[in-house]
Nanobody, 125 residues
Framework: VQLQASGGGSVQPGGSLRLSCAAS?????IGWFRQAPGKEREGVGC????????YYADSVKDRFTISRDNAKNTVYLQMNSLKVEDTAVYYC??????????????????????WGQGTLVTVSS
């Protein structure tokens, strides 16, 4: 399965961007991760193919929204009220299967078999 992330760009603080992740095949769940310069990659959020309940990191909760369109095999990350600290390369990743509890594991990058190429989001005034 190949994943194609798109939609990154430059925006001022308080602005919005929407990222897309198009999958070429089936993924049981799609997660969003980000890596800021000099920092480790961290989970942003995740949504399973069969549930309408996304998971979010505390740092983005109430600002970011994950949604999916199964017909298009695409997952979206709507980012609002962007902050300078949201600047990072954003990756989408896909799980081949969901093992155990998604609640406990969605943010572990080892759970994901497929990775997209990343798209840069820069938040700056």
């Amino acid at each position: 399965v190949q994943l194609q992330a798109s939609g990154g760009g430059s925006v001022q603080p308080g602005g919005s961007l929407r990222l897309s992740c198009a999958a070429s095949g089936f993924a049981a769940a799609i997660g969003w991760f980000r890596q800021a310069p000099g920092k480790e990659r961290e989970g942003v959020g995740c949504i399973s193919r069969s549930s309408d309940l996304p998971y979010y990191a505390d740092s983005v909760k109430d600002r970011f929204t994950i949604s999916r369109d199964n017909a298009k095999n695409t997952v979206y990350l709507q980012m609002n009220s962007l902050k300078v600290e949201d600047t990072a390369v954003y990756y989408c990743a896909g799980m081949r299967y969901i093992y155990g509890s998604l609640t406990r594991n969605w943010f572990r990058d080892s759970e994901y078999a497929y990775w997209g190429q990343g798209t840069l989001v820069t938040v700056s005034s």
